[in-house]
């Protein structure tokens, strides 16, 4: 079981930034690739940026070259840095781990980010 712990989310005016925090429980951490999603409301959760364990990462387009995803295994924690916000990222932010190939993954109680223009 992984248990995960989002922090770092509040309001901003647009331009700004924020880092996002997710801070996972147990020992394993290293293994689990970790991804932030998103969900605006009336919208479906969708795919920002994932770290794999090999350190592989992937953005969505609408937030590439803006948000940056990274981790400290020392630490068991994720981090979202996200600059020169817009309006339309707006939204609850989710912590994933997950491991390919196995039937297992877990999900973090969100964030809320709200950015106002």
């Known amino acids: 079981q992984v248990q995960l712990v989002e922090s770092g989310g509040g309001s901003v005016r647009a331009g700004g930034s924020l880092r996002l925090s997710c801070a996972a429980s147990?020992?394993?951490?290293?293994?689990?690739?970790m991804g932030w999603y998103r969900q605006a409301p009336g919208k479906q959760r969708e795919l920002v940026a994932v770290i794999t364990s090999l350190l592989s990462t992937n953005y969505a387009d609408s937030v590439k070259g803006r948000f940056t995803i990274s981790r400290d295994n020392a630490k068991n924690t994720v981090y979202l840095q996200m600059n020169s916000l817009k309006p339309e990222d707006t939204a609850v932010y989710y912590c994933?781990?997950?491991?390919?190939?196995?039937?297992?993954?877990?999900w973090g109680q969100g964030t809320q980010v709200t950015v106002s223009s």
């Open positions: 994933k781990a997950d491991r390919p190939f196995f039937p297992e993954n877990y």
């Open positions: 147990g020992s394993a951490f290293s293994i689990y690739r």
